[in-house]
C-alpha cells in the first residue's frame, strides 16, 4: 500500500480536514469528534508533510476561518519542517547530479528547509558561492497523492456548508492544487526567477541570479544572498536600518506587481524575504509565482480607491466585481457592514490590538453576510497578511487601511495605464480609436442582421443563479415526487394505488407553486 494511503495517514488527513470544517462552521464537534487544539493540529500538518504544510500556510490567510491561537500556530509552519534523513539526501543529490557532482564544495548540512526542499551551501569550481535548493526525494509523487485524497475527503465535507463559505474553501483547494504540483517542479521555479527578472530588472528589489546549465526538476542552482530576515527585528535594530522604510519598499514592491504589472511573487513569509545591510530587499523562493487577470485588477484598484474615499456604495459594487461579496448581497446589510469596518480603520487613536479586535467582533456579529475568496484572491490575501503581520510588529499603532492606501493611491494612475501623464495617455487613446471604430461598425453590423451576442457578467450569472436556485429546487423535487408516483403506481405492493395518488399530489401542488 503507498505510503500516502496507509491507514494512519489517512485518518491524520481526515483529522486535520474535520478540524478545519468544524472550525470553518464555528461549531463544538462533527461526528462526535471535536476539533484538534492548536499545538495538535500543527503536529499532524508537519507529519502529513508537504502538500497539508503548503495547504495550512494558505489558510493561515484566513482570520475568518480562525481564532488567534489557530492562526498563531498555523503560521509559524514555516520555519519547523525536517530535513531529509541522510539516505533521501544521499538519493536526492545523485537524481539531481548524477554520479560527478558540478561543486567544488558541498556542505550537506542545509540552511534551511521547507515542505518541498531543502537548501545548501556550496561552491562552484571557479570559486563562486551558490545556495543549492534541493527537491524532496518522492515529494512530487507524493503531492499528487494528497490532493486526490483531499478532494475525496473533501466531497464529504462541504455539502455542510452555505454556498458563499463553499465557494471559498473550494478556491482555496483550487488555487493551492493547481499552485502546488508546480512548485514541485524545479525547473518551473527557474523559469519563474528569470521572467521575474526580467519582469522587475528596474525594481529596488534583488532577486538570486541562476545557473541554468545546473538546474533541473530535482535541483535549482542560484546565487548565494545574505541578509537579515525581514522580521529580525533586534538584527534590524542593531544594524541601524530603518523598518518603516524597508516596509514602504515592500509595500510599493507589492503594489507594482499585483496593480500594476499583474505578475507577483505568491509565496511571501518572513523567511524569503532578505534585507541587506544598505536596506535593500531581496526576494527568495519563486516557486509560487502568480498573474493576475485585468478585470481582476481594476476590480482590487476600484476596491482600494473607494476604500480611500470612503464611498461605500462604490466599495460595495468593487467588491461584487472583484467577487468577494456575492452578487445577491442585500446592499443596505453590506452599506452597514463597510461603516462599521472603515469607522474602526479609520480611528488613529486605537492601538493595532484593539482595532483588530473590534473588526473581528464586527466580522462575527455579521458572519452571515455572502463573503466568500475568488481563486485570484488567495494569494493576494497572503502578501496582506505579510504585510499586516509585519506592520503590527514594529511599528506601533500601524493601521494596514491608514497607513497602506495613500501608497495604493499614489499609483492608482500608473496602475490604471495612465502612468505616462495626459498627453501620451491622449496619445495612446487616439492611436486606438481606429479599432474602436471597427469594433463599433462590427456591433451594428451585427445588430442589424439579428446576429447580435450579450454576454452577461460573471456577477450578473451569480445573481440570476441565487435567484433562480429555491425555484429550481421547488421543481426539482415536484418531478422527484411525481416520478416517485408513477414508479409507485407501477407495483404491487398493498395500498400502492393510494401512496401513487398522494404523491401525485403532492409533486403537482410542489410544481404549481415553483411555476406561478
Known sequence: MPAALAPGRVWLAFRFLHTVFVLVRRADSFLF????????LKETI??????????????ATRADFFTDDYLAELRGIHDEVAPMPPGDFRQAFAQAFGDTPPFAAFDET?????????????????????????????????????????????????PFFSRATKNSVEAVLAEFSAMIVKEVDLSVELSNLRKFADAYGDAPVRFPVPEPALCGPDALVMSFETGLRIDDKDGLAAAGIDFRQVLDTLIAFYIEQMLVRGYFHADPHPGNILVRPDGGLTLLDFGMVKRLPADTR?????????????DYEGFIVACKRLGIVAAGADPAEMMEFSERMFDIFGNAGLSAASMQALAFSVLASMKDLPFKVPQDVVYVMR?????????????ENFNGVKD????????????????AGLFPTLRSELMSLPLTMRRAKTVLTELSESNLRVKLSPETMEYAGERLRPYLRRLALGVLLLAAAFLAALTDVPHARGVAWGLFAAGAVRVWLALR
Do not use: C, W, Y
Open 404 to 419: 497602506i492606501l495613500p501608497l495604493l493611491r499614489k499609483n492608482l494612475a500608473r496602475a490604471m495605464g495612465a502612468e
Open 33 to 40: 469528534l471535536r476539533p484538534l487544539p492548536p499545538r495538535r
Open 110 to 158: 542545509p540552511l534551511a528547509s521547507a515542505s518541498i526542499g531543502q537548501v545548501h551551501e556550496a561552491r562552484l569550481p571557479d570559486g563562486r558561492r551558490v545556495a543549492v535548493k534541493l527537491r524532496r526525494l518522492g515529494v512530487d509523487r507524493q503531492v499528487r497523492r494528497d490532493i486526490r485524497l483531499v478532494r475525496a475527503m473533501l466531497s464529504v465535507f462541504t
Open 298 to 310: 481594476v476590480a482590487m484598484i476600484e476596491v482600494a480607491k473607494t476604500a480611500h474615499d470612503r
Open 46 to 59: 508537519l507529519t502529513l508533510g508537504a502538500s497539508f504544510i503548503k495547504l495550512a500556510q494558505v489558510l
Open 383 to 395: 502578501a496582506s497578511t505579510l504585510i499586516e503581520g509585519l506592520g503590527t510588529t514594529f511599528i
